[in-house]
């Protein structure tokens, strides 16, 4: 094992106040003066990060991710505790920063190319790239006011990226410019990853960390309160983030390893969720295709006004393949007494590539889990599918081709 | 102090790009651009001339016969002083106009204060030549001590970046500086013999006038631009020892600061 790129070692951070700034600036040079106030907002914090490792760094606002990310990049100081970073660091925090609106896209290339240290044959070298990648053709010449935004962050993120880092941190900027371009975006974190960069993400965005990292963090108060695979650790900040008074987050170790998630105020319960096969038979293996049902059952603990249900059909890595709930569907169920009983059947044909796929459920009153979540479970029910009959392909979707092949 | 120096050698491409920068965004949207900063100190200049040209020219020693002695006198301290304000005032308010990018980005914070000194001395260089041009219309040719006026732009700057080095720093904390710092140089600006000379104030207050540092290095301009006669080498010496100690403060001023000037940005 190579030695860590990143070591952050019982780091803590503290903003402090003091009487007056007098206090302040003789606390500087060691005379006795005490901060009135000490505002923490990370303690605790260790982690390793590995070349090539890809980390997402997931919690709500004000959690203390953009002061990690300040921490690492060396623009803040820990009040406590080590970072140790070994090899250079570029950071995507906010694209197009510092350009001059009256300079063109290339002098505010050249500009924020050294403001990262490089030097001018550095970047006389590079410059052509960063024009090509930026794709925005004549108007890299014209002043950056006459720029869309987009454009903007183009050229910010191609100047940024220009020189491969050994540490790339990547705050929730990614959902920039069109589509094309996060692609390509997209394309040049994954072969920087590949060729050896380490990979630190904060976003909400639950596709992208599950599609580019391996391991993801949450940070709750200021403190790591879970660090794991993404898709346990996005299950339980969904909990979190639904957590209200009186609920509760259950986190079940299954027999096959996985770790499922239940949180909710338990109004109304999933007590069994089944796939059954035309026959009515409970079945896990499902062939491509194959016309299957979905089997909740639901017990109603305390009178409620309205119930929704949601379901979403999850791939191995988390990624949501499909889901919608009853209140789209306009099948709200409304004044429920205590011990009702309820039954839903969902009927879908199993249009997934082969693989491994998992059922979440939420019992909600609206269509979001945000309002009143009664319960929401995560890994309610796994199945593999699997191609029996129908030819090679690839995916995780099964979209039936028919193709013509005409000779002219 | 070596690894500060190291990363701003790292960082000089950025340092140099950053005074050009500063110089050319004068120029993008204003016709005159960068001509403005040397038609003010100018403009100022001719005022002073014109409103006490004829009850000051009289005074200035050995010069009865020139007409133009006062103007020269006049830009001579223009010169040193405008050096010395734009040094501090800028120094000021560096670390809070850059705030969001100190807040965003890792860089040297000391590339900073040296951006502004180098673009202070390109602003005053230009100014130096726009003086000397006056002077070639007006058919003054300054006499040989001229050629140390670029040592006294050394002086100048060391004292200006001590000074403001230590105020931009405890500004970011205490923001009440910011506004008494240009009341100060306002009061300043009077209490150093720049458009009168020194002997029309009372004995006492001359001597009081001569703790302030200034009061030499215009002294010296003057010297150097006007008089054509010998530099006071002692008090300049002493002003360069002093320097030295403030850019020594500073600097530890700075470095005992540095991580905390961004938590309170």
Request: hydrophobic share 45%.
């Amino acid at each position: 094992m190579n030695a860590p790129i990143l070591s952050v070692s019982n780091v803590g951070k503290a903003y402090r106040q003091y009487g007056s700034e007098f206090a302040r600036i003789l606390a500087w040079f060691n005379v006795a003066a005490k901060p009135i106030h000490e505002r923490r907002v990370l303690r605790d914090i260790s982690s390793d990060v590995n070349p090539g490792d890809a980390i997402g760094i997931v919690g709500q606002n004000g959690a203390g991710k953009s002061t990690l990310l300040k921490l690492i990049t060396g623009t803040q100081r820990p009040t406590i505790g080590q970072i140790h970073v070994g090899g250079r660091i570029g950071a995507i925090l906010e694209l197009g920063m510092g350009f001059n609106p009256d300079f063109t896209g290339r002098q505010n290339a050249y500009h924020s190319a050294g403001l990262m240290g490089f030097s001018q044959a550095d970047i006389d070298g590079i410059m052509p790239e960063i024009e090509a990648f930026a794709e925005i053709d004549d108007y890299f010449d014209q002043p950056v006011h006459t720029y869309s935004s987009g454009m903007q962050m183009r050229v910010g993120f191609a100047v940024i990226t220009a020189f491969r880092p050994e540490l790339l941190i990547v705050d929730e900027a990614l959902a920039v410019g069109d589509a094309y371009f996060q692609h390509k975006s997209f394309n040049r974190i994954r072969e920087f990853q590949k060729q050896g960069t380490s990979l630190l993400i904060v976003s909400h965005d639950r596709s992208a960390v599950q599609s580019l990292c391996d391991r993801a963090i949450l940070l709750e108060h200021g403190k790591i309160i879970h660090d794991g695979n993404p898709e346990a650790v996005f299950d339980y900040y969904n909990a979190i983030i639904a957590e209200k008074e009186n609920e509760t987050v259950e986190v079940k170790q299954l027999s096959d390893g996985k770790v499922q998630t239940t949180s909710g105020t338990g109004e109304a319960r999933v007590e069994s969720v089944a796939l059954l096969n035309s026959d009515n038979e409970p079945i896990e293996l499902v062939n491509v295709g194959q016309p299957i049902s979905l089997e909740i059952n639901i017990k109603v603990y305390q009178d409620i006004s309205t119930l929704v249900l949601g379901y979403m059909i999850k791939d191995r890595l988390g990624q949501i393949m499909y889901g919608t709930n009853t209140w789209h569907t306009k099948q709200i169920v409304s004044d429920l007494k205590q011990g009702t009983g309820l039954k839903y059947l969902i009927h879908f044909p199993a249009n997934l590539g082969p693989g491994t796929y998992s059922i979440s459920t939420a019992l909600v009153s609206t269509e979001t889990h945000l309002v009143n979540n009664y319960e929401w479970r995560d890994l309610a029910c796994v199945f593999e599918v699997v191609n029996l009959d129908k030819g090679t392909f690839v995916g995780t979707s099964w979209i039936h081709p028919s193709i013509n092949v005409e000779k002219e | 102090m070596k690894p500060l120096l190291l990363a701003v050698w790292r960082y000089r491409y950025f340092i140099l790009s950053s005074i050009k920068v500063d110089f050319k965004a004068r120029f993008v949207r204003s016709r005159l651009g960068g001509l403005w900063l040397i038609i003010h100190p100018l403009v100022q200049a001719a005022t002073f001339a014109l409103v006490l040209g004829q009850l000051l020219s009289g005074r200035l020693p050995n010069m009865s016969d020139n007409k133009l002695a006062y103007a020269v006198y006049l830009l001579a301290g223009t010169l040193a002083w405008n050096l010395f304000t734009e040094v501090i005032t800028r120094c000021l308010t560096v670390f809070i106009d850059n705030g969001n990018l100190l807040k965003k980005l890792v860089f040297p914070k000391i590339c900073l204060p040296l951006i502004v000194t180098g673009s202070a001395i390109v602003n005053n260089a230009l100014l130096f030549g726009a003086i000397l041009a006056v002077f070639a219309v007006l058919g003054y040719v300054p006499g040989l001590n001229v050629f140390w006026v670029p040592l006294l732009t050394i002086i100048t700057l060391g004292l200006a970046l001590g000074i403001g080095l230590i105020l931009g720093t405890l500004n970011v904390f205490i923001r009440d500086i910011g506004q008494v710092v240009p009341i100060v140089l306002q009061l300043g600006f009077w209490f150093t013999p720049i458009v009168y000379t020194p002997d029309i104030v009372p004995g006492s207050i001359q001597k009081l006038m001569q703790l302030n540092p200034m009061y030499w290095i215009v002294r010296a301009y003057q010297n150097a631009i006007l008089y054509d006669t010998a530099l006071p080498w002692l008090s300049l010496g002493f002003i360069f020892l002093t320097s030295l100690a403030l850019l020594g403060l500073a600097m530890t001023l700075f470095r005992r600061a540095s991580h905390e000037i961004v938590d309170v940005l």
